[in-house]
């Protein structure tokens, strides 16, 4: 049997090709940002305005014991700082409602200038709005004073007013200034208490959802594209799913440098995950690789959302073709053996090795953990829409080994809980004892490095089998151990051939 050849994906990438690679996946976050941000900006604001057109939000009931509540912050003003015709244009209108809190109170509402607010409420006690939490409730800043103040309906420099008992409603057009809104008693005495409810009808705000929206799913389609051109190899090049010149249609295995199994994905085996454990591991070495890692950390947080993205459009290519765009399923199948390489090496991988992973998305058969799944000739076009329907059992058990998704709560009453945050998971946990067994005793346990590969194999089969590039459901079955079993061996291999 021939040796392997030195194969494209351990050739090195071309400069450009990488200032692609980056330069995509530096655009695709601030592209989803945009484009999310524009989406939910559309969908709330559409979903959630009343027959008026109005898009209103509740604020807790007001209190004070001063004579007026007053805003300081840019969510009930219009200082803008910028031209009139700007403000004079968007065209958007404010409606404020407020309701007593008792039914003998006369309440009072007003918009107007900033400045003549000032002047009004000079020397008089107040309680001004200056945010507000996450719940919603106002926090106050407060304004001493010893002055009563004139009631606030005998003022004339109000741009809008409501006032009276019960429930009033006010409506103002924004326009350019500084403006401030006042609730106060109609006749100006201390001791405010009301509901409020703020509504804006913005006609600018459907166009500006459509512009982020529109502008975002172009800064995506063009990361999208970078990232595919920087991925992809280039014509002529081997396929990089066979380290050798071995026919795609059978799943094969060779031997590693060392004379270590390594198995090859093919038909009958579309996801292989091989890890070799390094004979001479160092004690103490694993309690910083999470932080010699940190730049591989950086480049996966922007490869997984790019890998979202190529996914989804795999996904929209297969359900019309049957096809899995080859240079998508490159990229992605790359960002998964970078992901392998990292997790073995740092974290949950098992921490098996202490050769610091290469940063590449190729194969990288030479190092101690290899990840292989076999290029599609075709799919299901239907399990496009369900396989991550189908793979909810799966990932049941999958939470429980990343995370601990899932417990039993007695708060209240005792019943089946789940956090999607968790902590730790059955897998971290038997990386840290294995972790303690290496730093006392200087021996990785085989037992648990063979069940720690073999809860990863699980995963990452379930990993391809939902980001499509299989059809072949994921088998609920444990193969322990660091290599596939029934690997195929091709015979010894020239280990010169394996340098990258």
Same mark, same amino acid.
């Given at each position: ?31 989803? !940002? ?110 001493? &004073? ?44 201390? &001791? ?47 396929? !990089? ?193 294995? &972790? ?65």
């Amino acid at each position: 049997m021939t040796n392997p050849v030195r194969h494209a994906e351990n050739t090195p990438m071309r400069a450009g090709r990488i200032v692609a690679l980056v330069a995509g996946c530096l655009m695709l976050l601030p592209g989803l !940002g945009l484009a999310f941000g524009g989406g939910a900006l559309g969908i709330a604001y559409a979903a959630g305005r009343d027959d008026a057109g109005y898009f209103s939000v509740n604020l807790p009931q007001l209190h004070s014991p001063t004579a007026a509540i007053t805003t300081g912050s840019p969510a009930l003003t219009a200082d803008l700082n910028t031209s009139s015709w700007v403000i004079d244009n968007l065209d958007t209108d404010i409606r404020i409602t407020v309701t007593a809190g008792s039914s003998d109170q006369q309440i009072f509402a007003g918009v107007g200038p900033a400045a003549a607010v000032d002047g009004y409420l000079s020397g008089v006690g107040r309680d001004e709005i200056t945010s507000f939490t996450n719940g919603g409730t106002p926090t106050y800043r407060s304004i001493a &004073g010893t002055s009563a103040a004139t009631p606030p309906t005998a003022q004339t420099f109000w741009a809008a007013t409501a006032s009276g008992p019960g429930t009033q409603q006010l409506s103002w057009t924004a326009v350019n200034g500084r403006w401030a809104v006042v609730v106060m008693n109609a006749d100006g005495s201390p &001791g405010v208490a009301a509901s409020v409810t703020v509504g804006v009808r913005a006609g600018f705000l459907i166009p500006l959802a459509v512009i982020l929206l529109g502008l975002g799913l172009l800064i995506t389609a063009g990361a999208v594209v970078l990232i595919v051109v920087g991925a992809s190899r280039r014509r002529g090049d081997r396929d !990089g799913n066979w380290p050798g010149p071995h026919s795609p249609d059978t799943a094969l295995g060779f031997s590693d440098p060392v004379g270590h199994s390594v198995a090859t994905a093919g038909p009958d085996r579309p996801v292989a995950l091989h890890a070799r454990l390094d004979a001479d591991l160092s004690r103490w070495k694993w309690l910083v690789k999470w932080f010699l890692a940190f730049p591989h950390f950086v480049v996966l947080v922007f490869l997984w959302p790019a890998a979202v993205v190529t996914t989804l459009m795999a996904g929209v290519a297969i359900l019309f073709t049957g096809v899995y765009p080859r240079s998508l399923f490159e990229f992605n199948r790359g960002v998964l053996r970078w992901s392998w390489r990292v997790s073995y090496y740092a974290v949950n991988g098992g921490i098996g090795t202490d050769q610091y992973p290469p940063f590449t998305l190729g194969a990288a058969w030479d190092y101690p953990a290899t990840l292989d799944i076999a290029y599609p000739t075709s799919l299901s076009r239907p399990l496009v829409l369900v396989k991550w329907l189908l793979a909810i059992p799966h990932f049941l058990i999958i939470g429980l080994l990343l995370s601990n998704w899932w417990d039993w709560s007695s708060l209240g009453n005792d019943r089946f809980g789940f956090d999607p945050i968790g902590t730790g998971g059955v897998l971290g946990l038997l990386v840290v004892i294995t &972790g303690f067994i290496l730093l006392f005793t200087g021996k990785y346990p085989t037992a648990l490095f063979d069940l720690i590969i073999g809860f990863n194999r699980w995963i990452y089969r379930v990993v391809a089998y939902t980001a499509l590039m299989t059809d072949e459901y994921p088998p609920f079955r444990l193969d322990q151990g660091g290599s596939e079993p029934t690997a195929l061996l091709t015979g010894p291999t020239n280990t010169t051939e394996w340098k990258q």
